[in-house]
């Protein structure tokens, strides 16, 4: 079945606004147009702003090619030490250590993240 990993949208001024997860609400005031844009509902539903001046959205599911998938996909990270503040990294830009050590020992992932880091590393070795 068909799961919603990645939801965003790509402002006029370029700004990215992703929406992780349920109630995950996002807002910017676009430089270019002055609008106020915001979306919110991350993999469980999508609601956003309607503009004069439309922005781009990203939806990539489960289907959708991994290329395009670890461009957007975000993990939140406290750092290799766990002392950092909490922040966020696309999947394109972890390390593959990192990969490894999350699926060595977040043994609570769904099945989808295990076959999409799975998946990132065989993009790597490819």
């Not at 844009?37 to 993999?43: E, K, L, N, P, Q």
């Not at 999947?91 to 099945?111: C, I, N, S």
């Amino acid at each position: 079945m068909e799961k919603v990993l990645v939801s965003g949208m790509i402002c006029p001024d370029g700004t990215i606004l992703y929406s992780r997860h349920r109630h995950d609400y996002k807002e910017h005031v676009d430089v270019i147009t002055g609008e106020w844009m915001m979306i919110d509902g991350g993999t469980d539903y999508v609601k956003s702003s309607v503009n004069n001046v439309r922005a781009q959205y990203i939806s990539l599911t489960t289907e959708s090619p991994h290329v395009e998938i670890r461009e957007h996909f975000g993990w939140g990270t406290y750092g290799k030490d766990g002392k950092e503040p909490l922040h966020e990294i696309l999947l394109k830009d972890m390390e593959t250590g990192h990969l490894e050590a999350v699926m060595r020992t977040q043994t609570h992932l769904a099945p989808v993240l295990v076959k999409l880091f799975e998946s990132e590393l065989n993009f790597r070795n490819s």
